[in-house]
């Protein structure tokens, strides 16, 4: 399916961000008018976004950055301007809560009062201590959820809330990975620090004993989902990822062999509340999405190609 997006106006929170250059870079590819916003405090840099973006810097907390828009009509909204790791979580919780829920509310609200397709990120981490695959309707575990996966909860609830006023589609992103994943240091993915650390000769961190499995699922196929969703799809809610899983030890395994090393990783004791394994049930998905999924063999290969 060819992606309609010529001569439309789009925002995009968080647009320096991991996914947010990816969907910055295809929408202008697409003929789309972007518009950026983000403040730039999480590593990734201004000059990282796309030079035909229109970028205005400032906190999606403050109301008042949405005066800056220039005043048009605007088809899109992909609010992706939240802290994405429980690491940040647990670093600043007071701050990542208000960044995850003011932000969100000033952003659906501008999107509901403007009559604008309204697109966020919400996480496969809400289904800890749930039997795989994970189902849309799946019953949520709160008291097995961390920090950042309840604050999730809570925006899937806020734009349910929403939903009379805005055409909101919430997207709940499996592990995702990719190239690009550079100006997130300590909180990038799994598989990117995997790579990182072993490409260098380091020795990759793992908590537990390496058995916990994810269903990870590559940046370029997340960006073209999004993007596809955004079009054609009308549920509330949709798991992104790929429908299999691997173990953090079979990572480390397929490292290896591309690298031709032997690195050992070092394993350290699992935190609490930690999600053992994520898989999503694809079939809501792949009823709007028929491409094929980058397989984690290929997509470890890419990545390491890009360090």
């Known amino acids: 399916m060819k992606l309609n997006y010529k001569n439309k106006n789009c925002i995009i929170t968080g647009g320096a961000g991991f996914i947010g250059q990816g969907l910055v870079k295809r ?4 003929g789309a008018s972007v518009f950026v916003i983000d403040h730039f405090v999480f590593g990734a840099k201004k000059s990282e976004v796309d030079k035909r973006a229109k970028i205005i810097t400032g906190d999606v907390r403050d109301s008042i950055i949405f ?4 005043k048009i009509k605007y088809d899109y909204f992909f609010h992706f301007a939240a802290p994405s790791s429980i690491v940040l979580f647990n670093k600043n919780q007071v701050e990542c809560i208000d960044i995850t829920i003011r932000g969100f509310l000033n952003s659906i609200h501008f999107a509901a009062e403007n009559n604008i397709r309204f697109i966020y990120p919400s996480t496969g981490s809400l ?3 749930i039997n ?3 189902h849309e309707k799946a019953q949520l575990k709160y008291e097995l959820l961390n920090t950042y996966a309840k604050n999730k909860v809570l925006l899937e609830k806020l734009a349910d809330v929403y939903r009379p006023k805005v055409n909101v589609l919430g997207l709940r992103i499996l592990a995702g990975y990719g190239p690009g994943e550079n100006h997130k240091g300590k909180i990038a993915s799994v598989i990117y620090s995997f790579c990182r650390d072993m490409a260098s000769g380091k020795s990759p961190i793992i908590w537990g004993d390496g058995s916990q499995r994810r269903d990870f699922i590559f940046i370029d196929d997340i960006v073209s989902i999004i993007l596809t969703l955004a079009i054609n799809c009308k549920e509330l809610i949709v798991n992104v990822g790929t429908g299999k899983d691997i173990s ?6 397929l490292i290896n062999k591309y690298l031709n090393k032997n690195i ?12 053992e394994k994520t898989l999503a049930d694809t079939r809501l998905l792949r009823h709007y999405y028929k491409k094929p999924l980058t397989p984690v063999f290929e997509g470890v290969k890419k990545t390491l190609q890009s360090l």
């Open 264 to 275: 050992v990783p070092v394993y350290v004791k699992k935190p609490k509340l930690y999600l």
């Open 132 to 134: 795989p695959p994970h």
């Open 127 to 129: 289904y800890s201590g």
């Open 67 to 70: 005066n800056k828009l220039p």
């Open 27 to 30: 929408l202008l590819d697409a």
């Open 248 to 253: 953090f030890k079979e990572i480390t395994l």
